[in-house]
């Protein structure tokens, strides 16, 4: 059962234009979502987060937005440049009374490329 | 800056090998995971620990077991290594509730 699921595999921007990424998950209990950037033959690296008491968080180029009613979060990235070109995965952790409050539960990945 | 330190970028094993992943954090956090990444899978979780000598199953952790002598060290171990354990191997680690740090991966070929 994936929890957290990122629909869209691949997704191909031109450089300067804005990039959306979506992500949508099923479990309610989930309060914090955070967001992944990773290279190839690299480990992911943090990019950025947000509470479930919040909407909408920002940093420099990159933004995330989320619809707690819909369960749907989504990154956005103005303007996109080559080096965003990655797999961007997000992930979601439960609220601190789950067990194990700080394991991440993460979606299948969107590969970003943008192009010159 | 965190780090987390994994011992091989790259390894080939053969099939029935026992195959030790180690890995390594200098920021004395309590919490380590291991991870496999696989192409349409995403990251999913094996094994964490969230003290020494304490461990617990995660989504996939059949084949896998896992060993945390030290609080800075957490072991992946494949008792009898099969092809469909050739996988992208991430650990990280993390204290209470704050942003996951991931070392740079194991790209296991089980042949």
């Known amino acids: 059962d994936q929890q957290v699921k990122q629909n869209s595999p691949s997704l191909s921007v031109q450089e300067g234009r804005i990039s959306i990424l979506n992500c949508d998950y099923t479990n309610s209990m989930f309060d914090y979502f955070l967001w992944y950037k990773k290279y190839p033959a690299e480990g992911p690296t943090f990019l950025i987060s947000?509470?479930?008491?919040?909407d909408k968080n920002e940093d420099g180029r990159f933004t995330v937005f989320l619809n707690k009613s819909a369960k749907h979060l989504s990154l956005h990235i103005v303007p996109s440049q080559p080096g965003d070109s990655a797999v961007y995965f997000c992930a979601a952790r439960g609220d601190r009374y789950t067990g194990t409050a700080s394991k991440l539960t993460f979606g299948t990945g969107t590969r970003l490329q943008v192009t010159l | 800056d965190v780090k987390v330190t994994q011992s091989s970028r790259y390894l080939v094993k053969r099939t029935g090998e026992k195959v030790f992943l180690e890995c390594v954090q200098d920021m004395d956090h309590e919490n380590m995971f291991w991870y496999r990444q696989d192409p349409g899978l995403g990251l999913r979780l094996i094994y964490f620990s969230y003290d020494v000598k304490m461990k617990e199953k995660g989504d996939i952790p059949e084949g896998y077991s896992v060993s945390r002598e030290k609080k800075e060290r957490f072991s992946l171990i494949l008792e009898s290594a099969s092809t469909n354990q050739t996988s992208m191997y991430l650990c990280a680690s993390v204290s209470g509730r704050e942003k996951l740090f991931f070392g740079s991966g194991t790209q296991l070929s089980v042949l």
């Open positions: 947000i509470s479930s008491i919040k």
